[in-house]
């Protein structure tokens, strides 16, 4: 079954969002297969946001994501990159529609709430970075209430 990785940003955990946002993807019917409140450093947020670092504001993005505690996690489900990012809403938040979290809940997009993987590529690169120690495994006994087939050995 398909995994992304979603980070709750410093903004995010210091407006008291965590719960709302993690009660978007609960009640999709995505399911939460790991999760922890970290404080990362420089080297490691450097690593998270390689792929930027030739842009004008890596360095501004790597101290806003130094800047507090965050919320890290793996969700697991059918589409769920494609439809997390959806549900999270355009990078700049003035762009995002209302009933995203960023269209919600944000404005800058130096201040946008929330970080979801790009792709599935990106997403299992980004879950071995963040959760060398494993996910954890179980399956909602609500499964069959949200899918019509046996996707478990997806
Ligand atoms: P993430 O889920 O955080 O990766 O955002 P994204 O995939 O929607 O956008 P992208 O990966 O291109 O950029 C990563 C983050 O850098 C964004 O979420 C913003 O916080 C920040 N960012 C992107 N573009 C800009 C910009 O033009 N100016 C500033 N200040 N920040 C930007
Ligand atoms: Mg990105």
Redesign the pocket.
Same mark, same amino acid.
């Not at 800058?108 to 946008?112: L, S, T, V």
């Given at each position: 079954m398909e995994r992304t990785f979603i980070?709750i /940003?410093p903004d995010g955990v210091q407006r008291g969002l965590i719960g709302e946002i993690i009660s978007r993807f609960e009640k999709k019917g995505f399911s939460l297969k790991a999760l922890k409140l970290v404080n990362v450093d420089r080297p490691f947020a450097e690593k998270h !946001?390689a792929? $930027?670092s030739a /842009?004008?504001?890596?360095n &501004? $993005?790597v101290e !806003?994501i130094i800047s507090g505690p965050v919320v890290a996690m793996v969700w697991e489900g059918k589409g769920v990159v494609a439809t997390g %990012?959806k549900i #999270?809403g355009?990078? @700049?938040p003035l762009a995002s529609e209302p009933g995203t979290i %960023?269209g919600d809940f944000a404005i800058? #997009? &130096? %201040? @946008?709430v #929330?970080? &979801?993987?790009?792709s599935v590529e990106s997403a299992t690169k980004e879950i071995a970075l963040w959760f060398p120690e494993g996910i954890v495994s179980w399956q909602s006994s609500l499964h069959s209430w949200i899918y019509e087939e046996n996707f478990s050995t997806c």
């Open positions: 980070m /940003k !946001y792929d $930027l /842009k004008p504001f890596f &501004g $993005l !806003y %990012r #999270i355009a990078t @700049n %960023r800058d #997009i &130096g %201040r @946008n #929330i970080h &979801g993987s790009d």
